[in-house]
């Protein structure tokens, strides 16, 4: 909102993990009025309950749900784009099995060429660099360093 001026008819793009910060995402995005396209590895899709409500949620305020395998299909005329880590804890053991199926879902600036001309990049931190590569998260578009401080006044 403080980059863009507002959310209502924004696209964002989640690309990685449907995990606790996807959920939350899900459960206010329509609410402001944003559209939401999300991409998750066959097996990592967010919670069925959670994405029924986010359905009946995009219904009701008259916004736009996507959810596919393809992190490019998702990225298609995205304003912000998303990820988190896609190892949260109590999940190291899997670690091999989550990044062989991950491959394919690091952000990196082909991923936004679809993305909308003036998109920005988010992510709640620590950053991977499998999940999004030093291009992007460097970027001028990047505005990870304002969220964190963002997250700081709510502390």
Known sequence: QEHYGGLNGLTITWIGDGNNVLHSIMMS???LGMHLRIATPKGFEPDLRV???TEQYSKEYGTKLLLTTDPLEAAD??????T???ISMGQEEEKKERLKAFQGYQIT??????AASNWTFLHCLPRKPEEVDDEVFY????LVFQEAENRKWTI
Do not use: C, E, Y
């Open 109 to 114: 600036m082909q991923t936004a060429k679809s």
């Open 51 to 53: 994405t029924q409500i």
């Open 84 to 86: 988190d880590t896609w």
């Open 139 to 142: 970027s001028p578009r990047s």
């Open 77 to 82: 005329g995205a304003n912000v784009l998303v």
């Open 29 to 31: 995005a329509a609410k």
